[in-house]
């Protein structure tokens, strides 16, 4: 069946490091796979999304690109800054999301 | 654009009681979902509809939990008989629905129900 494994939490980042948060997924074709962001006191939104096998996602300076020979949608920011402290969530079209990473980062 | 809003942002209840919850997508989204989220999860899928139709139930935890949108616009979940494990937050998304389910999602901030 369709799931999502995300990478554990949490995570502690200097400002200016390079963030990964690790996503995999099982799924039979090629579903649409999505990036969301709850900062604090907030809800989800979204931050980025791919549709289609090879499509990179982009907003904010966060990049994910839908690898579909490693069934993998990893989440990258080459420069962390304090303002992107929040927990992330990936998620497999609107029914499954991981557990969600909790990112701080520090000045 | 005034997002998706839920009310109430908090329900204490005793056990046994019966809990509703509203939620008010955004007015042009066709698809409206709900979600449970306990601490440290992800949103759990519950139900979703699009318009009226309620295209997806089996993920509703138990019998005793159920949803409407009567007119396509606004949704309500009851819970009934409600137990100590259905202390969470409930979520309420919107979108404009697809067959791709390509979409993202318009979330509300949530209901936190606390059973005691």
């Known amino acids: 069946g369709n799931s999502v494994t995300q990478m554990e939490g949490p995570v502690t980042l200097s400002e200016e490091a390079f963030l990964t948060i690790n996503c995999t997924y099982t799924?039979?074709?090629?579903?649409?796979l999505f990036w969301y962001v709850q900062y604090p006191g907030e809800g989800l939104q979204l931050l980025l999304k791919?549709?289609?096998?090879?499509d990179k996602g982009s907003n904010k300076g966060f990049e994910a690109t839908y690898r579909k020979e490693t069934t993998s949608f990893h989440l990258e920011k080459g420069s962390v800054q304090v303002s992107d402290s929040a927990v992330y969530f990936c998620a497999l079209i609107q029914f499954y999301f991981g557990t969600g990473t909790s990112l701080t980062v520090i000045p | 654009d005034t997002g998706v809003s839920q009310d109430p942002r908090h329900k204490i209840t005793k056990r046994g009681q019966n809990v509703t919850f509203r939620c008010d997508p955004i007015s042009e989204h066709n698809r409206l979902y709900w979600y449970r989220q306990t601490l440290g999860q992800g949103p759990e899928f519950l139900t979703y509809?699009?318009?009226?139709?309620?295209?997806?139930k089996s993920r509703l935890l138990s019998d005793r939990f159920s949803a409407e949108r009567p007119k396509g616009s606004f949704s309500t979940l009851e819970i009934q008989r409600t137990e100590q494990g259905d202390s969470a937050m409930y979520l309420c998304a919107s979108s404009l629905g697809t067959s791709a389910h390509n979409s993202p999602l318009h979330f509300g901030n949530g209901t936190r129900l606390t059973v005691t």
């Open positions: 799924a039979t074709g090629y579903p649409s």
């Open positions: 791919a549709t289609k096998a090879d």
């Open positions: 509809f699009q318009n009226e139709a309620q295209l997806e």
